[in-house]
């Protein structure tokens, strides 16, 4: 039985895992966050303290309560601090053989029988990432969105031999959070992403093609279609432009043409333009003109 007393283990505490940890810890649990980085585990502190101070100064949150949900978190260097989980949440680097390897791993170690083992990968395949271990029907997809705090959404992603046993035990755990929980067969980038991927691949295309600007894709985007911001403006924001041009080659190799994306995205990729925060991605953000 899954309860907010429940032992939860997230590995990795980059931005998204730090998200998760902070998550956890606003609805009462008391997770337990495992980062080998050191700088990231300072990160992952500073940014869950900023972002719970943002709240107090909004009004939206009691300083007290800030204190006790940081006081409800740990982090710690040692992946040992998984045993005894009830539940383990992978959110590592989205690579494949990375997430397989850390599996590994977790399988060799000294886990309860019932503890799950998920993995927040946005696209990849969990039945390949559970194959490494003894237990696939404890095994399952738990895609968080971001900014995970707000995002209502979580997609419960079945893997070949994942149990529905635990896949209603995943969902149960999303209500406790307060989200909404989807099922997804295990298929390249599950349903939202593939939706978002397929929405970038076409407007990349439309550039190519001559048919419009990145920027009128944009305010097509937000204008025509109700999207609070146009794709390329997304993955900017994000910081995902190496990570789409990643993904999307693997969904073109699982499932087809429909999902390559042009060669002009790639390369703003390999010139290391990957979004916002490194001042330029589609957008160049040190003139604020287009790429």
Same mark, same amino acid.
């Given at each position: 039985?899954? !309860? *907010? =007393?429940?032992?939860?283990?997230? $590995?990795?505490?980059?931005?998204?895992? !730090?998200?998760?940890?902070?998550?956890?810890?606003?609805?009462?649990? &008391?997770?337990?966050?495992?980062?080998?980085?050191?700088?990231?585990?300072?990160?992952?502190?500073?940014?869950?303290?900023?972002?719970?101070? !943002?709240?107090?100064?909004?009004?939206?949150?009691?300083? *007290?309560?800030?204190?006790?949900?940081?006081?409800?978190?740990?982090?710690?260097?040692?992946?040992?601090?998984?045993?005894?989980?009830?539940?383990?949440?992978?959110?590592?680097?989205?690579?494949?053989?990375?997430?397989?390897?850390?599996?590994?791993?977790? %399988?060799?170690?000294?886990?309860?029988? =019932?503890?799950?083992?998920?993995?927040?990968?946005?696209?990849?395949?969990?039945?390949?990432?559970?194959?490494?271990?003894?237990?696939?029907?404890? #095994?399952?997809?738990? =895609?968080?969105?971001?900014?995970?705090?707000?995002?209502?959404?979580?997609?419960?992603?079945?893997?070949?031999?994942?149990?529905?046993?635990?896949?209603?035990?995943?969902?149960?755990?999303?209500?406790?959070?307060?989200?909404?929980?989807?099922? &997804?067969?295990?298929?390249?980038?599950?349903?939202?992403?593939?939706?978002?991927?397929?929405?970038? #691949?076409?407007?990349?295309? $439309?550039?190519?093609?001559?048919?419009?600007?990145?920027?009128?894709?944009? $305010?097509?985007? *937000?204008?025509?279609?109700?999207?609070?911001?146009?794709?390329?403006?997304?993955?900017?924001?994000?910081?995902?432009?190496?990570?789409?041009? =990643?993904?999307?080659?693997?969904?073109?190799?699982?499932?087809?043409?429909?999902?390559?994306?042009?060669?002009?995205?790639?390369?703003?990729?390999?010139?290391?333009?990957?979004?916002?925060?490194?001042?330029?991605?589609?957008? %160049?953000?040190? &003139?604020?003109?287009?790429?």
């Amino acid at each position: 039985m899954i !309860s *907010k =007393h429940s032992k939860i283990k997230i $590995i990795g505490v980059g931005k998204v895992g !730090s998200s998760i940890l902070q998550t956890f810890a606003q609805q009462g649990f &008391s997770p337990v966050g495992i980062e080998i980085d050191q700088k990231a585990k300072e990160a992952a502190i500073q940014n869950t303290e900023r972002n719970l101070s !943002s709240l107090v100064e909004k009004g939206k949150m009691a300083d *007290k309560t800030k204190k006790e949900i940081l006081e409800r978190m740990k982090i710690t260097g040692d992946l040992s601090a998984a045993e005894g989980a009830d539940v383990v949440i992978e959110a590592v680097f989205e690579e494949m053989n990375t997430k397989k390897e850390l599996f590994k791993k977790l %399988d060799l170690m000294n886990l309860p029988a =019932h503890t799950l083992l998920l993995t927040n990968t946005s696209s990849l395949s969990v039945t390949e990432i559970s194959s490494v271990t003894r237990r696939p029907d404890r #095994c399952a997809g738990m =895609h968080f969105f971001n900014p995970v705090p707000i995002m209502k959404l979580v997609e419960v992603v079945r893997g070949a031999e994942t149990s529905m046993e635990t896949i209603e035990t995943v969902k149960e755990l999303a209500r406790l959070l307060g989200k909404v929980p989807i099922v &997804s067969k295990d298929s390249p980038a599950f349903i939202v992403n593939r939706m978002l991927n397929a929405l970038a #691949c076409e407007a990349a295309r $439309i550039v190519e093609e001559g048919v419009g600007s990145i920027e009128d894709v944009d $305010i097509g985007a *937000k204008l025509g279609l109700g999207h609070p911001m146009g794709p390329f403006e997304l993955f900017d924001y994000l910081n995902a432009v190496g990570l789409l041009v =990643h993904i999307t080659e693997y969904m073109e190799k699982e499932l087809g043409s429909r999902f390559r994306m042009p060669v002009w995205v790639k390369n703003l990729a390999r010139a290391g333009r990957l979004g916002k925060a490194h001042g330029k991605g589609f957008y %160049d953000y040190t &003139s604020k003109t287009e790429a």
